[in-house]
C-alpha cells in the first residue's frame, strides 16, 4: 500500500489552530491589544465596527515593526518574545507563542501598517487568508496599527456560530475592561461603529476603575497593599455595603494578566464572612506580582487559568491581606449579620408544597377591626404601598391578611389544626405572633406548626409580582424634590437608554441630558433615592448579565433585577406590623413560596415534621 501520510499545508494548519486562539472578535481584540501592550504602547487605540465583525483596528504608538518582522509576524511560531527554553519561566509579556497573528491571518484579511521610531518610512503588508498579498513603504506614524477585516471570511461556521452584535460587543468590553484595568499606565480608546465608548487616561487603578465605571466609584473601595517575599498584592477590595449579587466586578491579576482563580477568589471572599449578606460577592480589582518562575507557564494562552507553586500560601496571604484591608470595618459590623445558630432546622422533604398545612380560621373574626397601621420601612422598601395592589382575583380593598387566611383554607380539607375560637389572632396574629431571627428570618407560631419566610426573598417575590403587573396596575411613585443625576459610561449608558421604556413602566421618570447622563425625576415608591446610582449599576451589570446568558424576556429579567434593588434585606430589623405586612402581602402573591429567583420564600414546619424533628 502507497503512503498516506500528508503535512497540511501551513493554510491549512493555521486555520486549525486559528479556531484555538480565536473563537469570536473578543478573542481577537485580547490578542491585538496584548501584542500592543508587549510593543510598550503608551497609546492604544481600539476600533471595531459590527462588534468586530467587519473591522477589529489597533492602532498602538510601541515600538514598530521592521519590514521584514512586518511580513515574519504572521508566521506561526514568529515571535520576539522567546528565544531559548530558558526564557519560558520568566516570561513577564502577555504573548510568547507566535500564534495569535498566525492564527488571525488565517481566518481574516489582515492589513498592518507598522513603523519603528529610528525609521523615516514605515510599512504597509496585506495579508488575506495568510498569504501576504503585497507589501509597500508607507509614511504612517511610529507604532503598528493592525485592521483584521471581516473576520472568519473563509470560515462560515464560525461566523455562522456569532451572537448577535449586542453580546459579541459586551464580550468585547470585558475583554477591553481586563486589560485597560490591568494597564493603568497607558492611555487607551475605544471606537464602535464611529462612536467614542470610552476615553481613558494613564492614571492609577482607582482612576482606572473610575474612568470605566462611573466617579462614584471613587468611595467603594479599600485599598490592599502587602508585600512579602512570596508575593505583592495590590489593588482594592470593594466595601461591604457596595457588594452585590452578580460577579461583573471581580478582577484578579497576576503580574498584570487577568486570571480566573476559584480558589484565590474564595479567598478573598472569605475575608467578608459575616460582612455581606449571603448571595452577595464583593467587588475586587487585585494584582498579584510573582516571581514567574513559581506559577505554571504552560497554560494554553487565550485560557485564563493559571497554576502557582504555593498556592496555599497564596490563598493565606490573600485572604489575610483582604481582611487586614477590611479591618476597622469587621470590627464595627460582624454581629450586625451573625444568624442565631440555635436556629437550624433541617429543610422539608423534596417537592413540598406550603399549602398543606391546613388550618381553619373563625370566618367572624376580624383581626383588622380597628386596622393596624401600617408605617414605611426605614431602608427600601415601603410596606404600605402594597395594600393598593389588586392581585389576581383577589378583591381589591380585602386586607392583605385576610387573603393570607384563604392561602391556608381549603375548604375541602378537614380541619387538621383546629384553632380554637377563643385563640383567633394565632391565625393572622396582629398580636404578637411574629419573631425575627437572625434578622432575616420572620417567624410565626400558629395552629398549623411553625411558618418561617424569608424576609428578603419573600420582599422580592412581593415586589416582583407588583413590578409584572405594572402595565395594568400603576406602581406608586413618587416625585423627587430634586431630581437626581446618574452618569454611567457610554457604553452603559447606551444599554440605559435602551431600558428606559421599561423603566418608566415600572414608575421611574427619566430623561437623558446627554453627556451619558440621565436626570431622574421621580422613583417607585420604596426604591431608595441615595441608593439611585448604585441600583442602576446593579440593573445595569444584571442586564449584562441576562444578555450574556440569552434571557429572551427583558421585562422579566428587569422586574428581577428591580425586586432585587427594592426589596429590604436581611439585616433589616422589622417590627410586628412590618412582619405581618410582608407575610400577608406575600400569600397575596400567585407564586408565594419562591422568590423570583426561584428560592424557596417559606417553610411550614407541620406538627408531624416538627414531631420528626423533636
Ligand atoms: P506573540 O505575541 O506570542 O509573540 P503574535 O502572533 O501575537 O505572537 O505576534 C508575533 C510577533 O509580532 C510578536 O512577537 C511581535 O514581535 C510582533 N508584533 C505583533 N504585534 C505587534 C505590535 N503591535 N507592535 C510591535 N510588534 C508586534
Ligand atoms: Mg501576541
Known amino acids: 500500500m502507497s503512503d498516506i501520510i500528508n503535512i497540511l499545508p501551513d493554510s491549512v494548519a493555521n486555520q486549525i489552530a486559528a479556531g484555538e486562539v480565536v473563537d469570536r472578535p473578543a478573542s481577537a481584540v485580547k490578542e491585538l491589544l496584548e501584542n500592543a501592550i508587549d510593543a510598550g504602547a503608551s497609546q492604544i487605540q481600539l476600533i471595531v465596527k459590527d462588534a468586530g465583525r467587519t473591522l477589529i483596528q489597533v492602532i498602538d504608538n510601541g515600538c514598530g515593526m521592521s519590514d521584514s518582522d512586518a511580513r515574519l509576524c504572521f508566521e506561526r511560531h514568529a515571535t520576539s518574545k522567546i528565544k531559548q527554553s530558558d526564557d519560558l519561566f520568566n516570561i513577564l509579556t502577555m504573548g510568547f507563542r507566535g500564534e495569535a497573528l498566525a492564527s488571525i491571518a488565517a481566518i481574516a484579511q489582515v492589513e498592518l501598517k507598522t ?11 496585506i495579508n488575506e487568508g495568510c498569504q501576504i498579498k503585497g507589501q509597500t513603504p508607507e509614511a504612517c506614524p511610529v507604532g ?5 477585516k471581516n473576520l472568519f471570511f473563509n470560515v462560515p461556521a464560525r461566523r455562522n456560530f456569532l451572537k448577535k452584535d449586542s453580546i459579541e460587543l459586551s464580550h468585547i468590553e470585558e475583554v477591553f475592561r481586563r486589560v485597560t484595568l490591568a494597564n493603568c499606565q497607558c492611555d487607551f480608546s475605544f471606537y464602535s461603529n464611529g462612536k467614542m465608548l470610552y476615553d481613558l487616561r494613564a492614571g492609577n487603578l482607582l482612576q482606572r476603575i473610575c474612568q470605566l465605571y462611573g466617579s462614584n466609584y471613587n468611595e467603594r473601595f479599600f485599598p490592599v497593599k502587602e508585600d512579602n517575599e512570596l508575593v505583592a498584592v495590590n489593588g482594592y477590595i470593594g466595601k461591604p455595603e457596595y457588594a452585590k449579587k452578580s460577579r461583573g466586578e471581580q478582577y484578579l491579576f497576576v503580574n498584570n494578566r487577568f486570571i480566573k482563580h476559584p480558589a484565590l477568589s474564595t479567598a478573598i471572599e472569605k475575608a467578608y464572612t459575616d460582612l455581606i449578606p449571603d448571595r452577595y460577592v464583593p467587588s475586587y480589582f487585585l494584582n498579584l506580582s510573582i516571581d514567574p518562575s513559581r506559577i505554571d507557564i504552560n497554560i494554553h494562552p487565550t485560557k485564563t487559568e493559571v497554576k502557582f507553586i504555593d498556592e496555599h500560601a497564596l490563598f493565606a496571604l490573600l485572604r489575610a491581606a483582604a481582611k487586614k484591608a477590611l479591618g476597622q470595618y469587621t470590627l464595627s459590623t460582624a454581629i450586625e449579620f451573625n444568624p442565631s445558630e440555635e436556629f437550624d432546622f433541617s429543610p422539608p422533604p423534596e417537592g413540598y408544597i406550603p399549602q398543606q398545612p391546613r388550618i381553619s380560621y373563625n370566618p367572624d373574626y376580624n383581626p383588622f ?18 395594600h393598593d395592589t389588586p392581585k389576581g382575583s383577589t378583591p381589591h380593598d380585602e386586607p392583605p391578611s385576610r387573603r393570607w ?12 389544626y383546629e384553632l380554637p375560637q377563643q385563640q383567633p389572632s394565632s ?25 418561617i419566610v424569608d424576609q428578603q426573598r419573600a420582599s422580592e417575590r412581593i415586589i416582583y409580582e407588583q413590578l409584572m403587573n405594572s402595565p395594568s396596575v400603576p406602581i406608586n411613585a413618587q416625585h423627587l424634590l430634586f431630581p437626581i443625576n446618574c452618569t454611567f459610561s457610554p457604553a452603559d449608558a447606551d444599554l440605559f437608554a435602551e431600558m428606559l421604556p421599561d423603566l418608566r413602566q415600572c414608575g421611574f421618570e427619566i430623561d437623558a441630558l446627554g453627556h451619558n447622563t440621565f436626570v431622574v425625576s421621580a422613583i417607585p415608591t420604596g426604591i431608595n433615592d441615595q441608593q439611585l446610582q448604585l441600583i442602576f ?7 449584562k448579565s441576562a444578555m450574556l446568558q440569552k434571557f429572551t424576556d427583558r421585562d422579566q429579567s ?18 410586628e406590623e412590618e412582619m405581618n405586612k410582608i407575610v ?14 426561584g428560592q424557596k420564600t417559606l417553610v411550614v414546619l407541620n406538627s408531624d415534621q416538627l414531631n420528626k424533628l423533636l
Not at 503598528?144 to 483584521?148: D, L, M, N
Not at 387566611?405 to 387538621?416: A, H, R
Not at 400577608?584 to 429567583?597: G, I, W
Request: net charge negative; hydrophobic share 35%.
Open 427 to 451: 391565625t393572622i396574629s396582629t398580636d404578637n405572633h411574629y419573631l425575627q431571627v437572625g434578622l432575616r428570618w420572620i417567624v410565626s407560631t400558629m395552629n398549623a406548626g411553625l411558618l
Open 584 to 597: 400577608a402581602d406575600l400569600f397575596c402573591c400567585q407564586v408565594p413560596n419562591l422568590s423570583p429567583f
Open 405 to 416: 387566611e384563604n392561602f391556608f383554607d381549603q375548604e375541602d380539607t378537614p380541619n387538621q
Open 369 to 386: 377591626n380597628p386596622p393596624p397601621s401600617t408605617k414605611p420601612f426605614s431602608g427600601g422598601y415601603n410596606a404600605s404601598s402594597h
Open 558 to 575: 428587569l422586574c428581577r433585577s428591580l425586586s432585587r434593588q427594592m426589596a429590604l434585606r436581611a439585616g433589616q430589623p422589622l417590627n
Open 115 to 125: 513603523r519603528q521610531p529610528d525609521k523615516e518610512l514605515g510599512t504597509h503588508v
Open 144 to 148: 503598528t496599527s493592525i485592521a483584521i
Open 537 to 543: 449599576d446593579q440593573m445595569l451589570a444584571d442586564r
